[in-house]
C-alpha cells in the first residue's frame, strides 16, 4: 500500500503549481491500476501539500506501508523529476532517482516511474495492467500541458463564469492540437454543463460528452454528464442507466458522486442523495 505526496514544484513560479499537480495525479491514477496496490486517494494525499510531513506520522495516519514523495522542475522545453519511495514504518529509502528530460518525453517518464517503483515494490504486472499504465489518452506534451492546465482550474474549485470560461479555451486548444483528446473532450463537457445549468449558456456540455464517449468509453464523467441531462429530460430510467455505468466506471470520481446526488436529490430519492454526498465531500479538497 502507497500513498503518493504532492510533488512539490521546484520551478520558483507558483503558477507551474498546475504542472507538479497534474504529474502527481497521473502517477496516482497509474499505480491504482496495480491490482495488487492498495493507493492512497487523491484526496486524502493533497492533504498534505505544502506541508513539511514524516514519513513515519503519515504512514501510520494512513495506513500505508509505502510513501512516495518528490519534486517537479519545469524550465522552459525541459523538466526535472525526482522521486524516492520510502518504507514508511522504518523511514528508510528503497528506491530514489533523478530524471531530467525534455518535455517532449514526459510519458515515457511517467511511464519509468510508475514503472521503477512496481520494480521496487517486488510486484508483478498483469498484461492489462502493464497497458493500462501506459495509455495517456493523447501522445502530445502540448496538448497535456493545455490539459492539465484546465484541469487545474476544475479541481480549484473555480467554478465562476471567468474560470470555467478560460478552462474552455484550454480544452479548445488542447482538442484542437489533439481532437482525439478523450479527457480533454471530457473536462469541456463537465463545464459547458455547469455553465448551462448554472449560468444558462447555449452550449450544454452533451455534445463534448458524445464525443469524449466515442474516443474512451471508459471514461466515467461524460458518462454523468449524460446522466444528468437524462434526467433534466426526465427520461429517468436511461439516466439511472448512465450513472450507475459512471459510478461502476469510476467510484472514487467527486464529479460522479456529485451528479448521482444531485440525479438521486431531483427523484426524491434522499438516502440516496445523502450518500453520494458524503461520497462527494469526501473526496473534494476544494470549496466546490
Known sequence: SVCVLPFANMSGDAEQEYFS???TEDIITDLSKISALSV????SAFQFKGKHVDVRQVARQLGVSHVLEGSVRKAGARVRITAQLIEGSADSHIWAERYDRDLTDIFALQDEISQAIVGALR?????AEKSAIGRRGTDNADAYNLYLM??????????DVVGLEELLRLCRLAVGID???AHAWALMALAQTTLHFRHGTREDGLAAAERALSLDPDLAEPHAVKARHLDIHLRADEADAEIELALRLDPESYDVQFSAAFIRFRQQRLADAIRHFEAAAKLSDTSF
Open 21 to 23: 499537480d497534474g504529474i
Open 40 to 43: 492512497v486517494s487523491r484526496n
Open 123 to 127: 510486484l508483478k504486472l498483469l498484461p
Open 150 to 159: 484546465a484541469r487545474r482550474h476544475w479541481v480549484s474549485g473555480n467554478s
Open 179 to 181: 481532437p482525439a483528446y
